[in-house]
């Protein structure tokens, strides 16, 4: 629409075409229970909340003289996920909208009513017209919606739904909804079986109708660098011993991203504090002196991985580092892209012994980061542990949780790992953890290490049966080469045996950033 609003007058009307509020509910609910009487009635406040939140701006509707009187609503939808034989249940998430992608091709009509006291005034017309506008603005390919032939329950004895079809199109038989569809240059795809099993009137039948937008404009498809459907990520499960100079470090690092490299992995992924042998080049009076001085190095090591990144054409997850910004310390990740790009993902919380021992500050900003494999979260160690993190980065569709880290005991990496697992599962994302072994006896409070780096997924029959795609041996120097398969993630959100994403109560609870967002 070209505004909110577009006024209209006439002798009797004040007509208004704009978006719907909350505030609607009694006036919609009153048209509804009039118009659907015999389908139940009108929609819950609750699913008409829903509705709202998901996608405001294709909720639309006519008042007259401050009240509403008709309405239109729609959701965005991929398409391709659901088919021409879906049900109304399916498409609309039982019309609550859980299926809306703002990525989608398709603006699906969910339902439009006019009161009956206005159907003389042509106003489904305008609704109509208020969509393809809509979808014009959205630059969606189409409209699609499944339409009643309320007027079939008269002639399904003589007709079949075909016959009848060709009867309205040939304008020998009228349907009220029907002949309105075709008059408003919808054509019919196909008859729809078991659309909507209560209408009684159409006897479970439905016509499946498209509008196709003319000024559309399809993206160019990418000979080169377009959107990848797998991506390969190698973990490195990094053995601490002693080291003589960061050189040194640094000739290890460049070992496992050349081997990485090698089996064209799209991501290295390291562990947490990765660099932490160089605390043992001296002798420190304290744990905060030790720590202070490993900060030193990574400014140096930053700059030499992300040239090795370059030079090996693969991105780099430099496990994370110290850095030390205004006397503060902070606990860092760093994605060196092999475009020789590079961002940050601060650490948010700290644990107890870093706070205590290190005087760590969490960082405040929640990072995606758009690589060529994908979108990409990273959460360092004890982040994976708190589930708001992973959920707020899923609401950004990211799709890979990267998470680098470093323990202890064996009770300490089962948090990180099943807390890992967990995000994988309520979020429908993969989740690769990458932590190091060993030990360095001549650095101060740093104790022996437990890992076992592995990779995850949900849990569903189109993953492995344990929803663990791959693991390392515990405590053994290796990497881990995974390959993953992004669109079984798109197709277990409409498919799955049970949908997290699409079955989330958005109309009673969400969780909002209140910090910066990158």
Partial sequence: ?????????????????????????????????????????????????????????????????????????????????????????????????????????????????VDPDYRDMRLGRRLYEGRKELCRNLNLRAIVAGGRIPNYQSYAKSMT?????????????????????????????????????????SKGYATLLQWDNLNYEPGAKQLIGAAKTTARIGCVQWQMRQMRSAEEVLQQVEYFIDALSDYK???????????????????????????????????????????????????????SMPVIEDGELYNVAYMCRRDGGIESQYKLHPTPHEKKEWTMQGGDALTVFDTDFGKVGILICYDVEFPEL???????????????????????????????????????????????????????????????????????????HDAIMAETTPNTEMTLIVDLDLNKLQELQNEGSVRNYLDRRRDLYRIEWQGEQE
Wanted: net charge negative.
């Fill in 1 to 113: 629409m070209k505004d909110d609003k577009i006024k209209e007058e006439s002798l009797d009307h004040h007509l208004i075409l704009r978006h719907l509020l909350l505030a609607d509910y009694n006036d919609i609910k009153e048209v509804m229970d009039k118009v659907y009487h015999n389908l139940g009635g009108a929609w819950t406040k609750r699913k008409f909340r829903a509705q709202l939140k998901t996608f405001p701006e294709g909720q639309i509707c006519i008042e007259d003289n401050g009240k509403v009187v008709a309405a239109a609503f729609s959701v965005i939808i991929d398409y391709h996920k659901f088919g021409d034989q879906h049900t109304y249940d399916e498409v609309t998430g039982d019309a609550y909208l859980t299926t809306h992608d703002p990525n989608g091709d398709v603006l699906y009509g969910v339902d439009v009513f």
């Fill in 161 to 201: 739904p075909e016959e009848y079809l060709e009867a309205v199109s040939r304008k020998e038989v009228y349907d009220p909804i029907l002949t309105f569809q075709l008059s408003n240059d919808f054509m019919v795809k196909k008859i729809i079986t078991g659309y909507l099993p209560e209408d009684k009137e």
């Fill in 390 to 464: 992973a959920r707020l980065l899923s609401d950004q569709e990211v799709e890979i949780l990267l998470v680098p880290f470093w323990t202890d005991t064996k009770n300490g990496y089962l948090r990180v790992r099943r807390c890992a697992q967990a995000r994988a599962i309520e979020n429908e994302c993969y989740v690769a953890i990458a932590g190091s072994v060993g030990n360095l006896p001549q650095v101060d409070s740093v104790d022996i290490q437990y890992a076992q780096s592995a990779v995850f997924s949900p849990s569903d029959f189109a993953f492995p």
């Fill in 265 to 319: 992995c799209d991501v290295a992924l390291f562990p947490e504090f990765f660099n932490a042998p160089l605390m043992g080049l001296e002798r420190h009076a304290n744990s905060i002196d030790a720590i202070k001085y490993l900060a030193g190095f990574t400014d140096k090591m930053l700059e030499e991985i992300s040239r090795l990144a370059v030079s090996y054409n693969i991105n780099v997850v430099a496990g």
